[in-house]
């Protein structure tokens, strides 16, 4: 071993690889054969809409989740729209959801011309808060989208018996394999609606989604919804869409959900592992890290703290070429696209306040200790100079 100069040792100090937020690479060394095994099959079929590998992934998920149904979708959206039309959601009525989250559950309720009816979260959790809940429901409410943030379920029993009869759907695009008191998300509600977003903790190769269901009518409409309402061929007995998932993104996901438990494990390691560094960091005055409520199954989409500075310790860590990230910056009541319904700054003070203080850490299952240790290297001299 060449003993290394003081230069060369500045220039790696200064010099070491990235920590990136995400890398798709390293599962993808992993996974290399048993997908390229999947896309020949369907190749060698020349099936590339819905067909027997839609039917096996929706199958094995069906069992993965212990829901009764799942239905291959085009995307996390379209499950979500497809769901509200099949509920029959349309001008005039009232759908209740959260701010705090991605686009695409307010934009699909404002596209069927439905009022999206926004309420504040939980501080621990982001989740929708039940009480607050409560205090939106009016004759005009036609469903309910709670959202499993981050892979942590929300307060199901609080919200099923605030929601009474009116329809959940459920939003699990983070929250496969969650489990809410044992019971898997998607099967809390009378719809599940998840993303195979490439990021997503089960990711394709392209978008896919999921709806799950425990309700065969409605598994059954939603079959005939995903195909323009067609049932048999060219006879429409309703409007529906094109929400058909491709058979190569089926034969990928099958290739992945075994291993979907495992990944889930190692984003769980993680998390603990970020909590007992930022303790020995000597932290945790400035830095909360994720709240794990009882019963609610994280599976940790994302490892979402709330720090001081926020703003200023992203843009000290990246010059050092780490990785954050902020889910969500804006919250959807403040989006401009929205603004005639009305809201303003301080209408869902909670949300306001966490798109102001959270910061997302790197946690897909192929993080390294290292990386964690660096991160939190990071904040800390960011905190205690
Ligand atoms: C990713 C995501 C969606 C949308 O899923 P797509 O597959 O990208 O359409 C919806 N809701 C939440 C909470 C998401 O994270």
Redesign the pocket.
């Known amino acids: 071993m060449q003993a290394p100069t003081l230069e060369k040792d500045m220039l790696m100090s200064t010099d070491r690889p990235p920590v990136p937020l995400f890398d798709l690479n390293r599962q993808w060394l992993e996974i290399k054969d048993d997908v390229h095994a999947a896309v020949e099959r369907v190749f060698a079929t020349q099936q590339f809409i819905l067909g027997p590998e839609v039917a096996a992934l929706e199958k094995e998920c069906a069992e993965f989740l212990g829901i009764r149904r799942a239905i291959g979708v085009t ?6 729209l497809a769901a509200l039309m099949c509920l029959n959601v349309g001008p005039g009525d009232e759908v209740i959801t959260t701010p705090f ?5 307010a934009g699909v309720i404002w596209r069927l011309r439905a009022r999206p009816v926004f309420v504040d979260i939980d501080p621990r959790d982001y989740n929708m808060d039940p009480e607050a809940l409560r205090a939106a429901i009016t004759p005009r409410t036609r469903a309910i989208i709670p ?3 981050f892979g942590q379920a929300c307060d199901m029993d609080a919200i099923r018996q605030v929601a009474g009869d009116i329809p959940i759907v459920e ?1 699990c ?2 929250s496969i394999g969650t489990r809410y008191n044992g019971v898997a998300t998607g099967g809390l509600g009378v719809f599940g ?1 998840f ?3 490439p990021t ?1 903790n089960l990711g394709a190769f392209g ?3 999921l709806v799950t269901t425990n309700d065969e009518g409605l598994a059954e409409r939603m079959i005939d919804m995903r195909v323009h309402g067609m049932r048999p061929r060219y006879v429409h007995h309703f409007v529906g869409g094109n929400f058909r998932l491709a058979a190569i993104q089926a034969a990928i996901l099958r290739a992945k959900l075994p291993r979907l438990n495992g990944w889930i494990a190692n984003r769980r390691e993680g998390a603990a592992h970020y909590g007992r560094l930022f303790a020995e960091a000597g932290l945790l005055g400035v830095v909360r890290p994720p709240e794990e409520l009882p019963g609610r199954g994280h599976t940790y ?1 994302q490892y979402v703290a709330r720090v001081e500075k926020r703003d200023a310790l992203r843009e000290f860590l990246s010059k050092q070429g780490l990785g954050t990230e902020v889910y969500y910056p804006i919250p959807l009541h403040l989006q401009t696209c929205f603004a005639e319904l009305g809201y303003g700054e301080g209408s869902f003070p909670v949300s306001e306040q966490a798109c102001r203080d959270v910061i997302a850490l790197p946690i897909y299952p192929e993080v390294r200790a290292d990386e964690r240790e660096r991160l939190v290297e990071g904040m800390r001299a960011f905190f205690k100079p």
Not at 101 to 105: E, M, N, R, V
Request: aromatic content about 16%; hydrophobic content about 35%.
């Open positions: 995307s996390g959206t379209d499950a979500l989250t991605f686009f695409a559950s959202i499993h943030l939003d695009c983070q609606c993303s195979f977003f997503k978008d896919g989604g989409h």
